[in-house]
């Protein structure tokens, strides 16, 4: 029987969210860890970081340890129309990270439903990742946005692609003031401007802000993607979770490949996102699929910085005994112990760092 | 409560009058001592002075909530941070300088010596100006004159040092002030007080 205290909080996640996945029918998806070097070539914008850890194949094949799960699902995945193929995965990633600028493995557990997508099917994504942020900590946040109610907006202030690319930083950053300064830069009307920069005030609890986008959303585009927003709030507003659920426009995930819904979940207590996911139609469409997708990825290695309380010993019983100790005295002792439900270590001096609640010396009980 | 980094030195000195009359004071902070960390219980605010290059670290890695760093090391760094007000103190500008007479010919490497390697690479790519960095962490105006370099990459705030060392500026990359930061994780969990924080300080904003 497994002891649950022993658990990392990341071990209890993979379980809890393997179980979660299955009841909705998810199946698993196990891969190798390697993955030919040229599918990544050909998608390297879709990955966090373009630095991939490579190395040739007996064959002379070039090939690269996982930086990303998605692309191998997509890969792997059969293009039928009407169908559905949902996978649910648990795999070490290899990426270099954005603060240290060295690789380092992540441990990912995610999943994606791929083929012919609808409302319902985005709905159970975005309901799953609230479920499994709730299965990890009380306090959390889901937030959502719609990427075609962004992509109206730009569409609607006009400019080139490289003000379009200032502007959706912008908004990442939630950084108005920038924004105001780009769009008089680029001859945006006041009134543009004011639309634009009120979009990155927007932030709350999902009916408020659907209100306010009522006024934004003004181009068939952008009702379009209104319209689903709405519908996703009155499936959400079904659920247990509807409170911990925001809309919240600073998701700009790269819009060459994400398309509608995308999401990001936090726990509090820690700093970044644990959870990213949304809708990928855009990438599919690259990888020659006719076909939707939708998915997110849980970040298992972050939740190691939840405060877990650390114990203060190392062992409950030192128990120390020499040479002259009878062995069966000392086997007997870490029995009666250990049957105790104390943890024991059997040492025959005391170890400089161990940290230990009661010292037991036997070493007297001869041979 | 509200972790807070600021910036060390004038700047710092300059934004924690801001907070203070905003309604987050801290009286403390004033008196001169080497403490680093200060608590206003009843305001529900704790300071702490860190060095100017690190304040996006503290904020990224959530250690503070929300705090204030100059543009030009968010330009640099690129963190993972909102940015949610510009102060408009701590003016100054991101410059390319060198000798006044300096004709850059385009026939081989640009030598450039900086401290913000990543502005200046940014900087010359979008020109496709091919350019050898030389990472410096202090004194940079005298590159140039011993000939280590042929530009320097700097922060300008009056242009007198400049002068002094007869350089000048060249070319100006962008205009740099103080900026009012926030960790993405506490925007969501502190949402009220770092709004409410936001908009007070926002009304001491002087605008020119």
């Known amino acids: 029987m497994i002891d649950e205290k022993l658990l990392k909080n990341e071990e209890k996640a993979i379980f809890s969210l393997r179980s979660l996945y299955k009841k909705y029918g998810y199946m698993p998806f196990k891969m190798s860890k390697f993955e030919e070097y040229d599918l990544y070539v050909r998608n390297k914008d879709f990955l966090v970081s373009d630095r991939i850890i490579t190395f040739n194949d007996t064959n002379g094949k070039l090939l690269a340890l996982k930086p990303d799960v998605t692309l191998s699902v997509i890969k792997s995945g059969v293009d039928a129309p009407g169908c559905k193929q949902k996978v649910y995965y648990n795999e070490n990633i290899y990426r270099v990270s954005g603060s240290t600028h060295q690789y380092t493995e992540i441990m990912q557990a995610g999943l994606e439903c791929i083929g012919d997508i609808d409302l319902y099917d985005v709905f159970e994504a975005v309901h799953l990742a609230a479920q499994s942020l709730a299965m990890i900590a009380d306090e959390f946040v889901l937030e959502i946005s719609h990427l075609g109610i962004l992509s109206a907006l730009l569409e609607e202030a006009g400019g080139s692609d490289s003000f379009r690319k200032a502007v959706a930083q912008c908004i990442a950053e939630k950084n108005e003031h920038d924004l105001a300064r780009i769009c008089e830069e680029n001859g945006v009307s006041a009134e543009k401007t004011a639309k634009i920069c009120s979009f990155i005030g927007l932030y709350g609890d999902m009916k408020s802000v659907i209100e306010k986008l009522d006024k934004i959303c003004e181009t068939k585009c952008g009702r379009a993607a209104l319209s689903e927003l709405c519908e996703l709030q009155a499936l959400i507003e079904t659920t247990e979770y509807a409170d911990k659920v925001f809309l919240d426009f600073s998701i700009v995930n790269d819009m060459n490949y994400y398309n509608g819904i995308v999401f990001k979940g936090f726990i509090n207590g820690i700093y970044e996102g644990v959870l990213a996911g949304g809708r990928y139609d855009k990438l599919m469409e690259k990888m020659g699929r006719k076909s939707g997708a939708v998915g997110f990825a849980v970040y298992l290695d972050l939740l190691e910085t939840l405060g877990t309380e650390s114990s203060k010993y190392d062992v409950d019983v030192l128990l120390i005994y020499n040479e002259k100790t009878d062995v069966k005295v000392v086997a007997d002792k870490v029995r009666e112990l250990t049957e105790a439900g104390k943890s024991v270590s059997a040492q025959k001096t005391i170890p400089g760092k161990l940290r230990y609640r009661e010292l037991i010396n036997i070493e007297k009980e001869a041979r | ?208």
């Open chain 2, 1 to 208: 409560m509200l972790n807070i980094a600021l910036p060390k030195g004038r700047l710092g000195d300059k934004v924690y009058d801001m907070f203070e009359a905003a309604g987050y004071e801290c009286p403390q902070i004033k008196e001169k001592t080497r403490k680093l960390i200060f608590e206003n219980e009843e305001k529900q605010v704790r300071y702490f002075w860190v060095k100017p290059s690190d304040v996006s670290i503290y904020v990224e890695r959530g250690a503070a909530d929300i705090g204030v760093v100059g543009k030009d090391i968010l330009i640099e760094y690129e963190p993972e941070i909102y940015e949610l007000a510009d102060l408009n103190v701590g003016k100054c500008r991101m410059c390319v300088a060198g000798p006044k007479d300096f004709r850059d010919s385009g026939e081989k490497k640009l030598k450039v010596a900086t401290k913000f390697t990543n502005t200046a690479r940014q900087y010359y790519a979008q020109s496709g100006r091919d350019i050898d960095i030389i990472k410096l962490n202090g004194s940079i105006e005298i590159a140039p004159i011993l000939g280590l370099s042929d530009v320097i990459v700097d922060l300008v705030e009056t242009g007198t040092t400049l002068k002094k060392n007869d350089l000048a500026v060249l070319e100006v990359i962008s205009s740099i002030s103080a900026r009012l930061i926030a960790n993405k994780a506490s925007f969501k969990f502190k949402n009220k007080e770092i709004e409410t924080v936001v908009s007070r300080i926002k009304e001491q904003i002087k605008i020119d």
